[in-house]
């Protein structure tokens, strides 16, 4: 397994950006892959996007595809949310998962979250 912090969070206006970071520590980690979701008070958890290991596939929710896009850098062991364009509802705890091939995100490791809020 490997282990995730992710930063980068804060609070910024409406129409700004961010990115986050998804650090991994641990064994292999450019054979997992990662996925963002993030989780709004009152709110069930929701997928964002998400990264295959060999980082040339990528998914989105449509709340976000054309304002959000993930990268990772292998080298560096960490997976990147660039988050264009926000909005108030984009405000929640984003967190980062990792997984191998087959196994489900709940099954995967998870960050301690880093929160984002969007004024308007």
């Known amino acids: 397994q490997v282990q995730l912090v992710e930063s980068g969070g804060g609070l910024v206006q409406a129409g700004d950006s961010l990115r986050l970071s998804c650090a991994a520590s641990?064994?292999?980690?450019?054979?997992?892959?990662v996925g963002w979701f993030r989780q709004a008070p009152g709110r069930e958890r929701e997928f964002v996007g998400s990264?295959?290991?060999?980082?040339?596939?990528?998914k989105y929710a449509d709340s976000v595809k054309g304002r959000f896009t993930i990268s990772r850098d292998n080298a560096k062991s960490t997976v990147y949310l660039q988050m264009n364009s926000l909005k108030p509802e984009d405000t929640a705890v984003y967190y980062c998962?990792?997984?191998?091939?087959?196994?489900?995100?709940?099954?995967?490791?998870w960050g301690q979250g880093t929160q984002v809020t969007v004024s308007s």
């Open positions: 998962a990792a997984v191998q091939s087959g196994t489900s995100w709940d099954r995967g490791s």
């Open positions: 990264i295959w290991w060999i980082g040339v596939g990528t």
């Open positions: 641990g064994r292999s980690f450019s054979t997992y892959n």
